[in-house]
């Protein structure tokens, strides 16, 4: 069983830059692959960023380029580095966890993840 909180939304305006972090509590280890989804108002989810176990990512076009994700496998935190916001980028953004592997074709779909943390908003004014 995997808990999930993230932290780290705010407010910024165009071009300004944020990192969201997700606090990751497992009670049994196992390898997990982990993603960031967003949902802005009226819009379905979309997958932004994916990570697998051995560090392989994958990116939504919309983001390349601009947000990174990342990992501290120590501290079990999954963070998500993004730069050069516009208000595209508004939305609620969560993180999700799925324990083993996930083809790579999956890694950015929501329907693939059994775990979800709460979300943080983000916003971003022009």
């Known amino acids: 069983q995997v808990q999930l909180q993230e932290s780290g939304g705010g407010s910024v305006q165009t071009g300004g830059s944020l990192t969201l972090s997700c606090a990751i509590k497992?009670?049994?280890?196992?390898?997990?692959?982990m993603a960031w989804f967003r949902q802005a108002l009226g819009k379905e989810r979309e997958g932004v960023a994916g990570?697998?176990?051995?560090?392989?990512?994958k990116y939504a076009d919309s983001v390349k380029g601009r947000f990174t994700i990342s990992q501290d496998t120590g501290k079990n935190i999954l963070y998500l580095q993004m730069n050069n916001l516009n208000t595209d980028d508004s939305a609620m953004y969560y993180c999700?966890?799925?324990?083993?592997?996930?083809?790579?074709?999956?890694?950015?779909?929501?329907?693939?993840?059994?775990?979800w943390g709460q979300g943080t908003q983000v916003t971003v004014s022009s």
């Open positions: 999700a966890a799925e324990r083993g592997s996930l083809y790579r074709w999956y890694l950015l779909d929501s329907k693939k993840y059994k775990s």
């Open positions: 497992i009670s049994t280890y196992s390898a997990y692959t």
């Open positions: 990570i697998e176990s051995d560090g392989n990512t």
